[in-house]
């Protein structure tokens, strides 16, 4: 669980450095908060919840661990794309923004739950 956890976080990291070149390569700024998101819940988020299942094996192979990894790698791509669009203005997409987010967040809440039973 912890290299999965750790592998998809360097997607995430160089998806979200992809993304900073390009805007500044453009001078157009104005993906930043999808930017931002990439780097903090993609590849922070995910690379910290790696090492904490690293440090913490009693967590990793809980249902929680699996049901945070599916709900945030769906989630986060989800919402980053229904916000790039909505920024770009090709598309007003709240409930794809908030499918994505809320999944995310249920992502978050199966991690903090699991760390807080188990370590």
Not at 57 to 67: F, K, S
Request: aromatic content about 10%.
């Amino acid at each position: 669980m912890s290299a999965r956890f750790i592998k998809i976080s360097l997607a995430y990291l160089v998806l979200g450095a992809s993304l900073g070149i390009y805007m500044g390569l453009s001078q157009d700024f104005t993906l930043m908060p999808v930017h931002a998101h990439i780097l903090l819940a993609g590849w922070l988020t995910l690379a910290m919840a790696g090492v904490i299942y690293r440090l913490h094996p009693e967590a990793a192979g809980t249902r929680l661990a699996q049901a945070h990894f599916w709900l945030h790698n769906l989630g986060l791509p989800v919402f980053m794309a229904g916000l790039a669009l909505m920024l770009s203005g090709r598309a007003n997409l709240p409930p794809v923004i908030g499918t994505g987010a809320i999944a995310l967040l249920v992502g978050f809440v199966c991690l903090a739950l699991n760390l807080w039973r188990r370590i």
